[in-house]
């Protein structure tokens, strides 16, 4: 059987953490780097045998998860999320398939909201780089949308996918939305310009695209939300974007 490290980072993920961390028995490393919780989220960690728990700062999305993945044991890493969980047809596959270190793995990522699967807004397929030798690539240093690099190296997919959790309610959406926003406008403050025309636009453009050309009206009220929102943080980003670019020094 293969030897693969399973890689997360936290922080205050106690309403998907469990369901994750139980999806993962079949591995005998799994890295939780949490950065902060403040709810029950490492006590779930410390419940798991198979889990090595470790706490520090947040560096950005790409530099924390390659910050992670250098405290794996072994080289083979899964990069997973805590609001996703492994099916146990994959956990198999990953198991017992044949690695190429000179590979990386693509696989599709089954998004749900409100318990439904959904397939319209953009959300499906999805298919993103989890599966890595970390001897021979890791996240890249960006602060958001962080990606595994891929130069030079084969893409290969896998047959079975994950399941991801990440919205349960409206709520959800707009604490993300503060969160994400919030990271984009530091990020790009003083570097790159916005107006609260920009943000109109980009919103609006943002919804329609959601909506109509990736067909969300065809997923009812998940669909409307899921595009409403997509709309919003758009324009919510460029807002705090305009806002800092005025008023931080």
């Not at 970390?134 to 595994?148: A, G, L, P, R, W």
Request: proline share 1%; charged share 25%.
């Amino acid at each position: 059987m293969n030897k693969i490290s399973i890689v997360l980072i936290t922080k205050n993920a106690d309403k998907t953490l469990k369901a994750s961390l139980e999806s993962l028995s079949a591995f005998d490393d799994v890295v939780i780097y949490d950065n902060g919780s403040s709810d029950t989220s490492l006590e779930i960690a410390k419940s798991f045998d198979n889990a090595q728990l470790h706490q520090g700062e947040f560096f950005g999305f790409g530099k924390t998860k390659a910050h992670a993945v250098s405290l794996a044991k072994h080289s083979w890493v899964f990069s997973l999320d805590s609001d996703e969980t492994i099916t146990p047809e994959l956990s198999n596959e990953l198991l017992n398939m044949n690695l190429d270190e000179n590979s990386v793995y693509f696989v599709r990522r089954d998004n749900f909201y409100n318990g439904r699967h959904i397939k319209c807004c953009g959300w499906y397929p999805e298919k993103i780089v989890r599966l890595f030798n970390k001897e021979k690539t890791t996240f890249d240093d960006s602060v958001v949308h962080e990606k595994i690099d891929t130069k030079k190296l084969n893409i290969v997919d896998l047959s079975n996918p994950i399941t991801h959790h990440s919205f349960h309610s409206v709520s959800d959406f707009l604490d993300k939305i503060q969160k994400y926003s919030e990271i984009y406008a530091q990020e790009h403050k003083g570097k790159k310009s916005s107006s609260v025309l920009k943000a109109i636009l980009r919103g609006k453009s943002m919804f329609f695209k959601s909506y109509i050309i990736k067909a969300g009206w065809k997923c009812g009220f998940e669909g409307f939300v899921i595009s409403f929102f997509a709309g919003l943080g758009t324009m919510v980003k460029y807002l705090k974007l305009r806002e800092k670019n005025l008023y931080d020094s």
